[in-house]
């Protein structure tokens, strides 16, 4: 069984960084070959962030994002991160990570993920 657990939000100020951390164990190529990172505020719709196909590495990124966060792996230690520089308030979410399986040419929809970890907050201060 898949699990996933997110690690390293905290409270920033406009400009900051800060690096996430999503831990995974029972992930297999089989079950699952893909893992992204989404955000949701409060009464806001999640939003898919970054992306990662952990089989051959090609990577999406929301156009929100793209030059600021990066996605990367450390397959040793089935660990997937997201480095996130030069935050802005508007980052301000809770974020998750998600586990699914498929190939896809951009960041896919939230509900094509199968397992979720329990979100870990950012909040970004102006």
């Known amino acids: 069984q898949v699990q996933l657990v997110e690690s390293g939000g905290g409270s920033v100020q406009s400009g900051g960084s800060l690096r996430l951390s999503c831990a995974t164990s029972?992930?297999?190529?089989?079950?699952?070959?893909?893992i992204g990172w989404f955000r949701q505020a409060p009464g806001k719709e999640r939003e898919g962030v970054a992306g990662i196909n952990t089989h051959d590495g090609r990577t999406h990124y929301d156009d929100s994002v793209k030059g600021r966060f990066t996605i990367s792996q450390d397959n040793a230690k089935n660990t997937v991160y997201l480095v996130m520089n030069n935050l802005k308030p508007e980052d301000t979410a809770m974020y998750y990570c998600a586990a699914g399986f498929g190939w896809w040419r951009t960041m896919p929809k939230p509900e094509l993920f199968r397992y979720w970890g329990q979100g870990t907050q950012v909040t970004v201060s102006s």
């Open positions: 029972g992930y297999t190529i089989s079950s699952t070959n893909y």
